[in-house]
Every structure is written in structure tokens, then in C-alpha cells.
């Protein structure tokens, strides 16, 4: 039998620190960062097995991407399927407050700590440990709580902890024992049942003499164990420590490792460099930090991404207008920094994204396996075989140039649209969920803002992001399902670092209390929360119209008119609707939903979404200069059919300046034909 850790996301401005513990029959996840589901389809791991999940913090890094998993793993249809949260107290709150209670059913909410109020739905326990039949856990939970109370819409006040944190310490199940077949054979135990029989610890009388197991199996070896540490603050140091040091530290058990979360203050703290003095000799230290990751093995060149930047490598060759190379996603090395750790970690070991720390059999515990961790990309062999791609061009329909209806001289006449996400319901491997980030008119806005929404804005932006995120003045939520608004916690905390004004948030009412609950737990978040109305002012645009669409939930699709002339329409999700069409007239650029293809019109009728067909139709109603087509459900999308408008069928991380749309339009055969030939090779190099 064989157990092992294997990393699944790395400190970077993608992904957060996490891994998973494999055991045969089950799965057990620490953290959930941000677009933990991307780097589970990377790592070709399957979330049908995990049972438990283990969140050290209610932080970002730690919970941000916990609900859309928990939305994707209640969607199993075992029968019995249950998977339990194990969490510091709060994580019931953001749980409630972020999912709904239609398949909260398939969880057990476990918080490690007290707390005066209760939630719904979590299962609150004083007590340090867990156990089933692979893992014995240990839990440090600390939380301090201040005199900040939350009203709830049933009326309860909930007392909010800050900065509450989790510790665990896992002994895994012991390795099993080898049995001895000769020894059993000089002892007289015939072969067969009587094997079987002391191998299950069973002790027999044979010929008058008693044969006990140890006679006949291997001695017993300790059972491999390892820690996870994170403290966010040097508060909470050394009472954290003092627990660990009295009662962890002193099993009988092999401590292979120790995974360090914590923030750079408190690993070179001088207390904490007395504890790892307390480590057992030969524990190797896993330090999760962004700096050191950045000087690790070429990481660099070796995206975490890397179906998607293999694809983005290759749009940029077919369409460089359109598409920007990914830029560098780590941060900048410290030295300083870096030789501070090595010198103050023994057996330091920089994590590396899908790499393995075996637990067993016993001869490889302790043991890094990087046999899986990615190769650095090469851009050249990537663009050869597209130079070489004949497919003739989509000819614009529309001769109205874009210099025939807005006067170019004005400043910011000419605005950007970046596809931040184009797909649909969960993350996926080439396709993130909606974001639309719309800018260079002075500043910037977004509409809708899906898990991995940051992400994929560091990947467009680079070493220019911090910028960007300051211009960011808005963000408009069409409406609250799952892959719509998830993102939008990790970004108003990331713009929170970087200056002191508030963002708008335009969203429905009911999204008021997450973002309050998100700010008590995570916070400060710097934000300002505009229920939709008709009544909302942008700074120099001339109107900004929020229209209710035709969707399975209150849903809107947002119209807003420069002042210099541009129009932008976005449907967000909807059936055709009408209301929109006459709102949006004369759009300078429609940005659609095409959820399903037009040979599926009946599941998009079922499920209030649009076809290509539809969604084209409208543009034409609308008299829209331009369309793009997004929100897809599957991998790619078909080139659009008979279409009477200039339609642009969106990819992620496309970038369309208004006025040089044409060229978008004019690609649309050789993407699509291009995504299709990727999809092709990547699922022949799946099966290889």
C-alpha cells in the first residue's frame, strides 16, 4: 500500500498553497485557494474521492475557492456521498453565506473552537482531534474574538472571530506489516486460512505449540506522520506553539515532515526557530513562501496553466493583437529573505506544483518523487505548427468602419473589452467562468466576477497589475450564481493592499451580507455595495442601464453609454430577451451569452440560457455593431452559422480594442479551428 502528499497549488498570484493526501480508498484536501479546481484538471486528480477537506485559515489563500468545489462535489450522485469541512471557527459563516442550502445536505461543517452564536448548519466541537480509519488528526485552533457583531437576516447576532486559525497534526494508519511465509512454513503453520488468520493479528495453538503474529510478521515500524502550520500573526506564536511542543511532538511515530503556511514575520521569528529546534532530527520542512518559489527550478517558464498558456502561445501567433503572452506570475526573488530561511530551516524543501512527499511503504517515507512536475515550455515549438495552418479568413460583414460613428479625437473614444472568463458553470482547463474587464476610457470596470477573475487579470497585466486593480472602479454583478461572482472576495482584497478607495460593488441586494460577512471574516475590504437599481452613476458615461433578463434567478444584463458616444451591451445569462434588445440599440459592441449550440436549443430553453443562433438574432435586432459570443459550455464552440452580424466567438484572455475589432472578427475560423487541433492533441497525449 502506498500514501503520499502530492502539491497542488504553489505561493504565486494564481494559486495558494495546497495539497492533497492520498490514500487508496479516500482523499483529503488542505486549503482551497483560488483556482484550485484549474490545477486539479492540470493534475489530472479527481475529486470524486475526497472525503474530508482541512482549511488552516478564513483567509484567501485558504477558502476561496471552497465554495464552487463544494458546489461541484454535491453535484455526485452517489449514493451515501458525504464530505466533511474541518475548519477554525467562521467557516460556517462564510459557508452559509456563500452556498446555498439546497445541497448543503452532502456536508458535515465541522469548526474547531467556541464560539457564542451558532450557524445553521455547522457542527461546532471543543474537541482537538478526528480519527477514521486511515488518519488520526490532532487540531491547534486558535481564534480571538473582538466586539464586532454581525445581524443576521434570521435575526441572530453572530459574534465574528478574527484571524482564526488551524494547526494539524496527522498520524496516518501504520504500514502493514509483511508476512513471513518461510518463517510461518519452520514454525508448522500449514499454508492456507492459518495465514490469513495471524496476519489479522489472530495467535494460534498448532501441534501444541502457540504461534503468536509477531512470530510470523515483520516487527512493527512507526506509523509515518506529518504537521501543518499556519499562523498568521506573531500573536498568536506562542501559545500556538506551546500547544504543539505538550502534546504533539511526543507520539510514537516517524514525523516525516513539516508544512510551514505561515507569513515570513512569523517563520524568522526568534521563538519560532526555538520550535523547529523541538523538531524530530531528519524532518524535512516544506516552506510554502512566494519568494522562494520564485527562484526554484526555472519555475518561470513553467507555468501552473499550462493547457491554457500552450493555447494562449498559440492564439498569439494567429491573432498578436488580440492575445498577450502570459507574463510572470511569481514574485520577485529576496534574496535576503531566501538566505535567512535556508539558513534557519534544516532539510528546506520549496515546493514545486505536483510534486510528491511519500508517506509509504516505509523504505520511501520522507522521499520527494518530482517524476510529474511540468517542464519549462518551449514557445517555439509551440508556434511551429500553427505558421503552418491554412484556413481561410471570416469575412467582416459590417463595411461601417468604427472612425463612421464616434469621433476618434475625443479622449478615451476608443475603449478595450479583455474575456477574463468564457465558459460557463465551473472552471475548466482552457476556459475560466465570466469576467469582463472593459478599460481604457480613463479608468476601468468589470462585469461579473468568477473565481480566478485576479488570476487571470495578473496573467494579462504582469509586472502592471497593481495599477490595473487601482483603476478598477466598479464591478457589476449580473447575478448570483456560483461562476459569476466568486472572484470578487480575492480581488477587493488584493485592491485593499493597494489603495484607500473603496470599489462599487453593483450587485443584487441579497449579495449585501456575503460581502459583509467576507469583510467581518477576511477583511478590511475596502468596498462599497450599490443595490441594482436604474438610478447608478459612472463618471463620464452618459447613462448606465442594469435591464432584468430572462434567467432561472433575478438576473440582469447591463447597458452603459460613454459620453463619447461608444455603447457597451453585456447580456450576462438570459434567454433572448427583448427588454435588452431595445435598451441596447445601436450597441457599439454586444457581448452575449452563447451557452449551448444551436442543434441544443431545447436544453437552453429548459435551462433560461441562449444558442449561438439566438444569441446572434439578437445582435441583429439590436443593430449591434459588433458581437462577442461567451459563457460556453463546452470546450469550444462551433463558428457561427449564416451570421448576419460581425460575431467574434470569445476566448479567454482576448483583448478587443473597439476600433480594431475587425481583426477579431476576421480570425474567427483559424481559432476555433486552432482550439479544436489543441483539444485534438491534448486528449491524444491523455491517452498515450
Not at 462564510?94 to 457564542?116: M, P, Q
Not at 482550439?675 to 491523455?686: A, D, N, Y
Request: glycine share 6%.
Amino acid at each position: 500500500m502506498r500514501y503520499y502528499l502530492q502539491m497542488l497549488g504553489v505561493p504565486s498570484k494564481l494559486t495558494s498553497p495546497c495539497f492533497m493526501l492520498f490514500f487508496d480508498s479516500k482523499r483529503y484536501l488542505f486549503n482551497a485557494g483560488e483556482n484550485l479546481q484549474r490545477c486539479l484538471l492540470e493534475s489530472k486528480v479527481r475529486k470524486s474521492k475526497i472525503t474530508d477537506v482541512f482549511l488552516t485559515g478564513i483567509h484567501t489563500e485558504a477558502i476561496a475557492a471552497l465554495p464552487s468545489l463544494m458546489l461541484n462535489m454535491a453535484s455526485d450522485t452517489r449514493k451515501g456521498y458525504r464530505c466533511k469541512i474541518h475548519g477554525p471557527v467562521g467557516i460556517a459563516a462564510f459557508i452559509e453565506a456563500a452556498c446555498t442550502f439546497s445541497w448543503l445536505d452532502k456536508f458535515d461543517i465541522i469548526e474547531y473552537g467556541d464560539r457564542d452564536v451558532n450557524t445553521h448548519i455547522s457542527r461546532i466541537t471543543t474537541e482537538r482531534s478526528y480519527k477514521d480509519e486511515n488518519i488520526s488528526v490532532k487540531i491547534v485552533s486558535l481564534n480571538s474574538f473582538d466586539e464586532r457583531w454581525l445581524e443576521m437576516p434570521d435575526g441572530n447576532r453572530l459574534r465574528m472571530p478574527r484571524e482564526s486559525c488551524a494547526s494539524y497534526f496527522i498520524e496516518c494508519m501504520a504500514h502493514p506489516r509483511k508476512f513471513r511465509v518461510e518463517k510461518a512454513k519452520e514454525l508448522g503453520v500449514p499454508p492456507g486460512k492459518l495465514f490469513g488468520r495471524l496476519a489479522n493479528g489472530e495467535t494460534l495453538e498448532i501441534n501444541g505449540r502457540v504461534i503468536t503474529p509477531d512470530d510470523v510478521l515483520d516487527p512493527p515500524s512507526k506509523p509515518p506522520a506529518f504537521g501543518v502550520i499556519d499562523i498568521p500573526s506573531i500573536q498568536y506564536l506562542y501559545p500556538h506553539i506551546s500547544d504543539v511542543i505538550c502534546n504533539y511532538f511526543t507520539g510514537e511515530f516517524d514525523f516525516s515532515a513539516l508544512i510551514h503556511m505561515s507569513p515570513t514575520t512569523v517563520l524568522l521569528d526568534p521563538g519560532y526557530q526555538t520550535f523547529l529546534e523541538m523538531m524530530p532530527e531528519g524532518t524535512k520542512n516544506i516552506v510554502f513562501n512566494r519568494h522562494l518559489t520564485a527562484n526554484f527550478k526555472n519555475t518561470m517558464q513553467t507555468p501552473i496553466f499550462r493547457g491554457s498558456d500552450i493555447l494562449l502561445t498559440e492564439l498569439n501567433a494567429v491573432s498578436p493583437k488580440n492575445f498577450k503572452l502570459s507574463t510572470e506570475m511569481y514574485e520577485k526573488v529576496d534574496l535576503l529573505l531566501e538566505e535567512n530561511i535556508k539558513k534557519n530551516f534544516k532539510n528546506l524543501i520549496i515546493p514545486q506544483f505536483k510534486a510528491k512527499l511519500n508517506l509509504s511503504p516505509p523504505e520511501m517515507n520522507g522521499t520527494i518523487d518530482e517524476t510529474d512536475c511540468l517542464d519549462p515550455l518551449n514557445p517555439e515549438e509551440i508556434v511551429k505548427r500553427v505558421t503552418d495552418m491554412e484556413c481561410p479568413p471570416f469575412l467582416t460583414l459590417n463595411r461601417i468602419s468604427y472612425e463612421d460613428f464616434i469621433d476618434m479625437s475625443q479622449p478615451n473614444s476608443d475603449p478595450a473589452v479583455l474575456l477574463l472568463g468564457t465558459a460557463s458553470m465551473k472552471p475548466g482547463k482552457y476556459r475560466n467562468v465570466s469576467g469582463i474587464w472593459i478599460g481604457e476610457f480613463g479608468s476601468s470596470l468589470l462585469f461579473d466576477c468568477g473565481e480566478g477573475t485576479y488570476g487571470q487579470l495578473c496573467r494579462h497585466f504582469g509586472e502592471d497589475i497593481n495599477q490595473a486593480l487601482i483603476d478598477i472602479k466598479t464591478i457589476f454583478i449580473s447575478h448570483l450564481h456560483a461562476d459569476h461572482h466568486l472572484g470578487t472576495i480575492k480581488l477587493i482584497y488584493e485592491r485593499s493592499k493597494l489603495t484607500n478607495e473603496p470599489i462599487t460593488i453593483i450587485a443584487p441586494i441579497a449579495y449585501q451580507i456575503y460581502l459583509q460577512i467576507c469583510n467581518e471574516l477576511m477583511g478590511p475590504l475596502l468596498f462599497r455595495f450599490e443595490p441594482i437599481t436604474n438610478n447608478h452613476i459612472l463618471p463620464n458615461f452618459s447613462s448606465v442601464q442594469c435591464i432584468k433578463v430572462d434567467h432561472s434567478i433575478e438576473a440582469y444584463g447591463f447597458v452603459i453609454q460613454h459620453q463619447t458616444g461608444w455603447k457597451i451591451v453585456y447580456s450576462g445569462d438570459t434567454r433572448p430577451c427583448q427588454a435588452l434588445v431595445e435598451a441596447g440599440n445601436n450597441a457599439s459592441l454586444l457581448i452575449h451569452e452563447a451557452t449551448f449550440d444551436d442543434d441544443l436549443a431545447g436544453d437552453a430553453s429548459e435551462k433560461m440560457h441562449s444558442t449561438i443562433g439566438e444569441a446572434l438574432n439578437v445582435a441583429v435586432q439590436m443593430n449591434a455593431w459588433k458581437v462577442v459570443l461567451t459563457h460556453f459550455s463546452q470546450r469550444y464552440s462551433k463558428r457561427p452559422q449564416n451570421a448576419q452580424v460581425d460575431a467574434v466567438v470569445g476566448f479567454d484572455l482576448m483583448k478587443i480594442k473597439l476600433s480594431e475589432s475587425y481583426e477579431a472578427v476576421q480570425n474567427v475560423n483559424r481559432l476555433l479551428k486552432l482550439f479544436e487541433e489543441t483539444e485534438k492533441i491534448e486528449g491524444e497525449e491523455e491517452q498515450a
